[in-house]
């Protein structure tokens, strides 16, 4: 048994001496029933014994007493009263039945004893049963103490093993902030360097831009010089009309100054010969060409003499939409996704689609014939696809997905290829900028952020004070609508916002104009507003009896031409507005039964899709 010490002998004394007052309690009982009859059968014997020895002296007595003693007694004692006097008879009747009466108590006291005794051995026995189950337990109590004891050992190893591997999770903790904070190090350190890197790419870019410069400027200097000199040059003309004009002789260079054959035709035959000078006959031809040539020297000059880096591929948006079309009908209607479809983008050919929904899927179309035939599906992505948007050659797609981070496909491959990882929380928007290898995200972490995609390395993040729910991207700006009802500008080239229109609701998407002059913005106001960007102020709002926005993620764009503004509600209709004019162009109820979360308006102007929260793609021509 476990000492008093330790801790878990308390519930084992405890329940032993619960079980030894029982056993009191029922030897108290017992006992009170034995002292009421005990007592009583030791004074019925006493007083058995002591009759019978008075009848024993008795019996003498009788047989003894004669009648004359009798008779002298009773002539002695003649003044005592005779009925006074008991006879031998009377007491022995007397004497049997107090006899009797004992006999009869004796038996009924040794029945109760007998049945006591019964008593007594069936409680001894169920006090044997007791002290076996007694024991039992106390052999069991042994075996759990034991148990007990062994798993207070493997706690206590366990502690120890805890107590071990948190000091080596001190460790590691410790070593990990110290890498941290070496890697901190580093990264500014190689931060500066890039800086310092920059401003000397910066300054031999500008020292060779000078000499560029300065070279051209010699050279344009002499090719003036030797224009003049052949401007004052005297031509012989030869008498052969078929080399007329054939050559003006310069020791520098070679410069072909040919002469109109009508106008040298008309000459006579006898002024072949005559000199003359070319200044007179050819100024306006020799200023032009001066002319001409400084503005190829200029044109050189600014199309690739500049040495500042590597000359970015740059896809400028080719504008074929003459005049876009409105939709009038509805020509194809798909079940795409498997949920809700929250993305919709044309590409720039105007003849692939991609849509992308809450299934973490992305489904590539064609529009052949005026219906959307499955091209490819991209998988892999995080989480639910919030946006996507087609590189400006069509060969890539980036999307943003709601696992904090934004994700890029090749066309044709169906992995993504890199996964743009920063953000802390839902990537709502993900833009490509004017090239392909650099792209725009903005989060519900309160951030947008600046990505190289050559190395999938973020290359500048922006605080805001508010959840950026889309993002735009201009020539060297940036634009961002935000939940907190406001659209900020950045340049890319500086650190800071460069300007803030207030808009009156949150803002839910973004749309860019292709001559890159207005803006139009869409928020839970349930109006557009086309931004003048020139000017930066509010130039039209629109608004519809009907028109509801149906979430915060709802897409609204410009026609091609931008000669219309088109948006989905919340009831499946879609609304149409002349930006001209500023009025109501069309609505259109189609097979919509949900909110229509994206439209997308193809390039050429032809077709208009149009995608809803139930799942549903509508093709519209």
Not at 501 to 514: F, Y
Request: a positive charge; glycine letters at 8%.
């Amino acid at each position: 048994m476990a000492g008093s010490g330790d801790p878990g002998g308390v519930p084992a004394a405890r329940w032993k001496r619960h079980i030894v007052r029982q056993l009191r309690q029922r030897d108290r009982t017992q006992k009170a029933l034995f002292l009421e009859l005990v007592p009583s059968y030791n004074h019925l014997l006493e007083k058995a014994e002591l009759l019978a020895k008075f009848s024993e002296k008795l019996q003498p007595e009788l047989n003894d007493v004669t009648p004359a003693t009798h008779q002298g007694s009773w002539k002695e004692e003649s003044g005592l009263d005779s009925d006074q006097i008991p006879s031998s008879v009377t007491l022995r009747v007397k004497w049997q039945e107090e006899e009797e009466g004992l006999r009869l108590v004796c038996g009924e006291m040794a029945y109760q004893v007998v049945e006591k005794k019964e008593a007594l051995g069936t409680l001894q026995s169920e006090l044997e049963a007791r002290q076996g189950r007694l024991a039992s337990l106390e052999a069991r109590v042994a075996q759990l103490q034991e148990m007990r004891t062994k798993q207070a050992q493997q706690v206590e190893d366990q502690r120890a093993q805890n107590e071990a591997q948190r000091a080596a999770y001190e460790a590691l903790r410790l070593r990990a902030g110290h890498r941290e904070a070496e890697l901190r190090r580093l990264q500014e350190n190689a931060r500066d360097l890039l800086e310092q890197l920059v401003q000397c790419k910066a300054r031999a870019a500008a020292e060779r831009n000078l000499r560029n410069e300065r070279r051209e400027r010699a050279n344009q200097a002499l090719v003036s010089q030797e224009l003049k000199k052949a401007a004052k040059r005297t031509v012989s003309i030869s008498e052969i009309p078929n080399t007329v004009g054939s050559g003006i002789k310069e020791g520098t260079g070679v410069l072909a100054l040919t002469a109109e054959p009508n106008s040298l035709g008309s000459e006579t035959c006898e002024k072949w010969k005559r000199p003359f000078r070319s200044a007179s006959a050819t100024s306006l031809t020799l200023s032009r060409c001066v002319d001409v040539v400084k503005g190829l020297l200029d044109f050189k000059k600014r199309r690739g003499h500049s040495v500042g880096g590597a000359p970015e591929q740059r896809y400028q948006s080719i504008p074929v939409c003459v005049a876009a079309q409105l939709p009038v009908r509805a020509q194809d209607v798909l079940d795409a996704h498997l949920s809700e479809v929250n993305a919709v983008r044309f590409g720039p050919n105007s003849s692939l689609l991609a849509t992308g929904g809450a299934d973490r899927l992305i489904h590539l179309w064609n529009v052949v014939g005026g219906h959307l035939e499955a091209s490819q599906t991209l998988e892999g992505a995080g989480g639910s696809i919030t946006s996507v948007d087609f590189d400006p050659s069509g060969s890539q797609i980036l999307a943003a997905t709601y696992n904090q981070a934004a994700q890029l496909w090749k066309v044709g491959e169906a992995q993504s290829k890199e996964t743009l990882s920063g953000h802390k929380d839902k990537v709502t928007a993900a833009k490509f900028k004017l090239t392909r290898h650099q792209a725009v995200t903005g989060s519900r972490d309160r951030t947008v952020k600046e990505w190289d995609l050559g190395r999938a390395y973020c290359s500048r993040t922006i605080d805001v004070l508010s959840y950026c729910n889309d993002v735009v991207c201009g020539d060297h700006i940036i634009i961002s609508g935000h939940n907190d009802q406001k659209i900020r500008f950045w340049d890319s080239r500086g650190p800071r916002c460069t300007q803030v229109i207030p808009v009156q609701g949150r803002v839910t998407s973004l749309s860019l104009s292709h001559d890159q002059l207005h803006l139009l913005s869409c928020s839970r106001d349930n109006t557009l507003k086309v931004i003048d960007l020139r000017v930066s102020n509010i130039r039209q709002v629109f608004r519809a009896d009907g028109f509801r926005c149906g979430s915060d993620w709802t897409k609204a764009v410009f026609s091609p031409d931008r000669s219309y503004a088109l948006a989905g509600s919340c009831d499946g209709a879609l609304y149409i507005w002349d930006v001209d004019t500023g009025r109501l162009q069309s609505t259109l109820q189609g097979p919509h039964c949900a909110a229509i979360n994206a439209v997308a308006w193809c390039c050429s102007g032809n077709h208009v899709v149009s995608v809803d929260q139930g799942r549903k793609v509508v093709l519209w021509h």
